[in-house]
Nanobody, 123 residues
Framework: VQLQASGGGLVQAGGSLRLSCAASGRAFSTYAKGWFRQAPGKEREFVAAISWSGGTTYYADSVKGRFTISRDNANDTVYLQMSSLKPEDTAVYYC?????????????????WGQGTQVTVSS
């Protein structure tokens, strides 16, 4: 059972990146999914979440209007399109899945986690 995050990298401030998180080993297409991030020395924080159908999305205030979460249930993949990136967006980004259809912002309710992908935004 795996969630594999990819797409991170080094980008200049104002640039864009698209993260992907593909599932394998079991079907997560009916699970709500989320993206979280953790900067050095800080707690892991919520970034965005999407319901199983994709009909409901929720964002942290710090990324609202700049990031977009989406999903492709046919391929069991969730995406995070990040635009207008800022140096404070620098972190390891993790995808997660919870066995519930609805969005959630708390790490404790997500049961499955990817390994993380590094995003570094230079000023």
């Amino acid at each position: 059972v795996q969630l594999q995050a990819s797409g991170g990298g080094l980008v200049q401030a104002g640039g864009s990146l698209r993260l992907s998180c593909a599932a394998s080993g079991r079907a997560f297409s009916t699970y709500a999914k989320g993206w979280f991030r953790q900067a050095p020395g800080k707690e892991r924080e919520f970034v965005a979440a999407i319901s199983w159908s994709g009909g409901t999305t929720y964002y942290a205030d710090s990324v609202k209007g700049r990031f977009t979460i989406s999903r492709d249930n046919a391929n069991d993949t969730v995406y995070l399109q990040m635009s207008s990136l800022k140096p404070e967006d620098t972190a390891v980004y993790y995808c997660a899945a919870r066995p519930n259809s609805q969005v959630a912002v708390f790490t404790e309710v997500y049961e499955y986690w990817g390994q993380g992908t590094q995003v570094t935004v230079s000023s």
